[in-house]
């Protein structure tokens, strides 16, 4: 769910203005699942610009207090989402963890990074979401620490259903501070996409792996 529509769609605007994301129907973008895209994402560009990077820690934030006043622990999913994480807890003078996508082979071989304990609770912070599924493996590494997650604020998510059953079926909330609908809807208000490119680009999410074959 989106956090507020003036947020949506100012993050969406800033996304787009800085070419976080990128939008081509004719020339698609093949993901790492080999789905042909005609979107492709990478908020990390986010943490070049300061005043794009400000304002996502302010809206985090403001997501956090007024969800979740008395969440003990932010932790960020490894590598995207740790800046953010970070900025955010720094903020809400709030301890700070990171999850790797897997338990590292030698040393500690920790999965979870940093200081927490069972019984913590935890909001956990991710730059985008797609399926939903690496995003909820470090909600399940941080469980495995014996932690309660309070729910889960990210960037960005495409609004795919495998998605939202992913996190229906975990029983984690949600909560993003835009989405596809929104960034569709703000690439049209200026002129990043025409008005003929819209149905096209609806389609896509709704079935991906079958788009442009």
Same mark, same amino acid.
């Given at each position: 769910?989106?956090?507020?529509?003036?947020?949506?769609?100012?993050? #969406?605007? &800033?996304?787009?203005?800085?070419?976080?994301?990128?939008?081509?129907? %004719?020339?698609?973008?093949?993901?790492?699942?080999?789905?042909?895209?005609?979107?492709?994402?990478?908020?990390?560009?986010?943490?070049?610009?300061?005043? @794009?990077?400000?304002?996502?820690? !302010?809206?985090?934030? &403001?997501?956090?207090?007024? =969800?979740?006043?008395?969440?003990? /622990?932010?932790?960020?999913?490894?590598?995207?989402?740790? #800046?953010?994480?970070?900025?955010?807890?720094?903020?809400?003078?709030?301890?700070?963890?990171? @999850?790797?996508?897997? %338990?590292? &082979?030698?040393?500690?071989?920790?999965?979870?990074?940093?200081?927490?304990?069972?019984?913590?609770?935890? /909001?956990?912070?991710?730059?985008?979401?797609?399926?939903?599924?690496? &995003? =909820?493996? #470090? /909600?399940? #590494?941080?469980?495995?620490?014996?932690?309660?997650?309070?729910?889960? @604020?990210?960037?960005?998510?495409?609004?795919?259903?495998?998605?939202?059953?992913?996190?229906?079926?975990?029983? @984690?909330?949600?909560?993003?501070?835009?989405?596809?609908?929104?960034?569709?809807? !703000?690439?049209?208000?200026?002129?990043?996409?025409?008005?003929?490119?819209?149905?096209? =680009?609806?389609?896509?999410? =709704?079935?991906?792996?079958?788009?442009?074959?």
């Amino acid at each position: 769910m989106d956090y507020n529509k003036e947020t949506a769609r100012k993050t #969406a605007e &800033s996304l787009l203005k800085i070419q976080a994301v990128k939008l081509n129907k %004719k020339k698609p973008f093949t993901w790492a699942s080999g789905w042909k895209s005609p979107i492709y994402c990478d908020n990390r560009k986010t943490l070049s610009y300061p005043t @794009v990077r400000t304002y996502i820690r !302010q809206q985090f934030s &403001s997501v956090i207090n007024d =969800l979740y006043p008395d969440v003990d /622990v932010i932790a960020g999913v490894a590598t995207g989402a740790i #800046a953010n994480g970070a900025l955010v807890a720094q903020e809400l003078g709030k301890p700070f963890v990171y @999850v790797r996508p897997d %338990k590292k &082979s030698h040393g500690m071989k920790n999965q979870v990074e940093g200081a927490i304990s069972a019984g913590q609770t935890v /909001v956990v912070i991710e730059d985008l979401i797609s399926t939903g599924g690496s &995003s =909820l493996k #470090a /909600v399940d #590494a941080l469980r495995d620490a014996g932690c309660e997650i309070k729910g889960m @604020v990210a960037i960005f998510t495409y609004g795919f259903k495998v998605a939202e059953d992913n996190f229906k079926k975990s029983k @984690v909330k949600l909560t993003t501070l835009t989405d596809y609908n929104s960034l569709i809807e !703000q690439a049209l208000d200026s002129e990043y996409i025409a008005e003929n490119e819209v149905e096209s =680009l609806k389609e896509w999410r =709704l079935a991906p792996d079958v788009w442009g074959k």
